[in-house]
């Protein structure tokens, strides 16, 4: 037999295409990748201004919030220093008008004894009216010291409530 001699020649077209191909693979993914870093680094941009308007926004209206309960404090403090002394006009009108009755039943007891005498029904009536007239006098001088007791209290309670309560509203502002 002969021998068969088979030359075998093999071009290699198929390199150069599998290399250009790879090439612009390469080249594409290199520019996924730039294009996913600078959409990271947008994200990153848009999501820390809106973070910081956020914490912003909470401390806006923790701030107003710190504000509205101080002043509401405050006009509370005021309110009930206002309220005590109002009751205190009234406890002290009750005394003028009870110290008035006790001068009037005086009068007319000391004018039933002049015209009818020490023992008569008239001066008894009189007595009762005197007395009746000094007790409703010994009760209104104690509301009137209770209503001024009140006040002091009320006074002094807004007195000690002023000073952290306004450096709660300053700090208040501050954050708003």
Same mark, same amino acid.
Request: net charge neutral; charged share 20%; glycine share 4%.
């Given at each position: 037999m002969n021998d068969v001699e088979i030359r075998l020649t093999a071009v290699d077209? =198929?390199?150069? =295409? @599998?290399?250009? =191909?790879? /090439?612009?693979? +390469?080249?594409s993914l290199d520019e996924v990748s730039d294009s996913q870093t600078r959409v990271a680094q947008a994200t990153e941009e848009t999501i !820390?201004?809106?973070?910081?308007?956020?914490? %912003?926004?909470?401390?806006?209206?923790?701030?107003? %919030?710190?504000v509205a309960t101080a002043s509401f404090s405050l006009y509370g403090a005021v309110d009930r220093v206002n309220e005590s002394e109002i009751s205190l006009d009234r406890s002290n009108l009750m005394v003028k008008q009870s110290t008035k009755g006790v001068e009037d039943a005086e009068r007319t007891l000391s004018d039933a004894v002049a015209k009818h005498g020490a023992d008569s029904d008239e001066a008894k009536r009189a007595s009762d009216s #005197? %007395?009746? =007239? *000094? &007790?409703? #006098? %010994? #009760?209104? &001088?104690?509301?009137?010291? *209770? !209503?001024?007791?009140? @006040?002091? /209290?009320? $006074?002094? +309670?807004? !007195? #000690?409530? @002023? $000073?952290p309560t306004s450096i709660t509203m300053i700090d208040s502002l501050s954050k708003a």
């Open positions: 077209e =198929a390199s150069g =295409a @599998v290399a250009e =191909a790879s /090439k612009r693979i +390469s080249s !820390a201004p809106t973070e910081k308007s956020s914490a %912003s926004m909470r401390s806006f209206t923790t701030g107003i %919030s710190g #005197l %007395s009746i =007239a *000094q &007790d409703r #006098l %010994s #009760l209104a &001088d104690e509301r009137a010291q *209770q !209503a001024q007791e009140n @006040v002091n /209290k009320s $006074i002094m +309670s807004a !007195a #000690l409530q @002023v $000073i």
